[in-house]
């Protein structure tokens, strides 16, 4: 799997989009961007996933660049229940493929 | 989205018994299913891939034979830890692919394990 790069930690006014940015200049043409996140003590919470089209949930926004190089997660109105690890993960699509996660952005949610 | 249940969500016992954590895919099949483990402040960690009527691959440097795992059915997977020590001491957390075409994953809750 590609490897990713997330800043360790990031401030959000509540309210406001959280714009999550993932480096993943490594990545394979076969190869999907998925995030994820956890709350504190729970496990985690699959988001949104792409190949290499921006992508859109109910949850989040996915940007994924041209090049495919980066992708930015974004939460149009955080709110302080987002305040999670957000995890950026690169994978081939198959189900028998295992998950690494990295250490993640940590998003702070501030009142 | 798939749903994927753990039990116990946590469980306190002695240095040197067993302890069974059950993970379950609720309204898919799963013929793969992984664990985790999760110490304070760290990221996920695999332990597992565990596979339907066949062996577990684990991760380098678990230990099979104290973590011993069993996936009997398409909705069940079960982790055994056993002679517990402190150091096992974490937080487990099993997951299921999706049926989706990008197989994303589902997590269940977690189950802390606490050894006295």
């Known amino acids: 799997d590609a490897k990713t790069t997330q800043p360790p930690s990031m401030d959000c006014a509540e309210g406001r989009a959280a714009n999550l940015p993932c480096n993943h200049s490594t990545i394979s043409g076969n190869e999907y961007v998925y995030w994820y996140r956890q709350i504190h003590s729970q496990g985690p919470q699959y988001i949104i996933h792409g190949l290499k089209n921006n992508e859109t949930n109910e949850m989040a926004s996915l940007i994924i660049t041209e090049d495919r190089k980066s992708s930015t997660l974004i939460l149009p109105h955080a709110t302080l229940r987002d305040t999670a690890v957000y995890y950026c993960?690169?994978?081939?699509?198959?189900?028998?493929?295992?998950?690494?996660f990295g250490i993640g952005t940590k998003l702070q949610v501030i009142p | 989205g798939a749903v994927v249940s753990q039990h116990p969500s946590w469980v306190i016992c002695k240095s040197g018994t067993s302890v069974k954590i059950e993970c379950r895919s609720l309204?898919?099949?799963?013929?793969?299913m992984f664990w985790y483990r999760q110490f304070p402040k760290q990221s996920l960690m695999l332990m597992a891939t565990s596979n339907e009527g066949s062996k577990a691959t684990y991760e380098q440097g678990v230990e099979k034979d104290k973590f011993l795992i069993n996936h009997a059915s398409l909705t069940l997977s079960t982790l055994t830890v056993t002679s517990a020590h402190p150091e096992d001491s974490s937080f487990y957390i099993c997951?299921?692919?999706?049926?989706?075409?990008?197989?994303?994953?589902?997590f269940g809750p977690g189950t802390r394990l606490t050894v006295t």
């Open positions: 993960i690169v994978r081939v699509s198959r189900g028998y493929q295992k998950v690494t």
């Open positions: 997951s299921a692919p999706g049926l989706g075409a990008a197989y994303e994953q589902y």
């Open positions: 309204d898919f099949q799963a013929t793969t």
